[in-house]
């Protein structure tokens, strides 16, 4: 139940935070380029949650 949970939770993700709801470009192969695009923006969002971004130290002239 805990895994099916995490999943259940991904595709609501991109349901609703991605706009997945309802594919935009017709076609199977079109369909599956759509969502492919959609589950690599929500693994980079993922992968940044884990990694954050270095800091930049500001220099002063």
């Not at 935009?24 to 949650?49: C, H, M, V, W």
């Amino acid at each position: 139940m805990r895994l099916r949970k995490k999943v259940e939770m991904l595709f609501a993700h991109l349901k609703r935070i991605l706009g997945l709801g309802r594919l935009r470009l017709r076609g199977p192969y079109s369909a599956n380029d759509e969502f492919l695009l959609a589950a690599t923006a929500q693994n980079l969002r993922i992968l940044a949650k884990i990694f954050p971004a270095p800091q930049q130290t500001h220099s002063t002239w």
